[in-house]
């Protein structure tokens, strides 16, 4: 069987090195990128410096994760400050 996870070579801060990444995440990535306009290295450096784990795929993909979850609890918000709020009930007190 295949692996899913492919490596490819990037250049961060002047060094080339390889990522092992899986190709939705690599995709999400590019998204990523074109959304904050950014260069793919530029983004990669980015999540380099500021990572906390040893591991560069794993923080890209923690960083790919987090980004989609953030987008669906905005949406989240805005569908739910949307919706109609059920008028207050009168106790004809």
Request: charge should be positive; hydrophobic fraction near 40%; glycine fraction near 4%.
């Amino acid at each position: 069987m295949k692996s899913l996870v492919v490596k490819r070579s990037v250049v961060i801060a002047g060094h080339r090195t390889s990522i092992s990444l899986e190709d939705a995440f690599w995709q999400g990535l590019k998204q990523i990128a074109t959304i904050r306009k950014m260069g793919l290295s530029e983004l990669i450096s980015t999540i380099d410096m500021e990572r906390r784990h040893a591991n560069l795929s794993s923080a890209i993909r923690l960083f790919v994760l987090d980004f989609h979850c953030s987008a669906v609890k905005s949406q989240e918000s805005k569908v739910s400050s949307q919706e109609p709020q059920a008028p207050a009930l009168s106790t004809g007190i």
